[in-house]
């Protein structure tokens, strides 16, 4: 899509045509309402991007264990969902974007890399699993850079859009956003420690002096697992 020279692979070595064809070559799925979802996304209008979404299996895709694609990676993918690197699937497909899935995977997790997917495309073009380096760099949590302004609004778009009851993270990260605590992706891509860290500082004073009320927000939703204050699970 013109920016190539951007991506970063959340492993090491180069990705060749034969690994990447592995995943692309991965059957279709079509678990809950993914299909649904998917289809029903008109990305050109959304993003100005003419380019479709795939979604493959999680196990299966794991089990390739491409670079940045092992068990212990996919375990930090929200438990239902990755968005694969496009790096990986620009050799053999580069009209679709790919969505790793399990097969319990729930619609909150399923809008969830769907926003990861219309953020990159049309709001921060950052790629998820990519800023674990410059969170570690600057000391800042990756959730914090991940889950940009952008991305919480095309969270709370596709909430309404699908009807979707978010689970306790997604409503945390939906809270920030709908109070102006998200990092602008256009911040993150300057990569300035002192903006960076005073951003992230400043979200999580923010948890902790509306921990009770956002404990009231999260109590019977799915993922809640006891008081948080001033912390984002990892996604």
Known sequence: MGREDELVLDGVGEI???MSAQITSLPEVSYGRSKEMADALDLKALTGNVIGIKLVDLKRYADLNIFGSPQSRISK????????????????????????????IDESTLIHQLAHVLDYLGGSKLMPGTLEPLGFELGIPVDHLEHTEE??????????RFDV?????????????????????????EKNRL?????????????????QEINTLIRNLPGYIGERAGDLEQN
Not at 80 to 90: D, E, H, M
Not at 151 to 160: N, R, S, V
Not at 204 to 209: P, Y
């Open 151 to 160: 991305f919480g609004y095309w969270l709370g778009y596709l909430k309404g």
């Open 195 to 211: 903006v960076l860290k005073s951003k992230s500082d400043r979200i999580f004073k923010f948890l902790s002096e509306k921990s």
């Open 16 to 18: 060749s045509e034969e």
């Open 165 to 189: 009851q978010l689970d306790a993270d997604d409503t945390i990260i939906f809270y920030l956003y709908e109070n102006g605590m998200l990092i602008k992706g256009e911040e993150i891509e």
């Open 77 to 104: 993918g929200k438990g239902g969902g990755v968005f694969i690197n496009v790096y990986k699937t620009l050799k053999t497909d580069p009209d679709h974007i790919y969505l790793a899935i399990s097969q319990d």
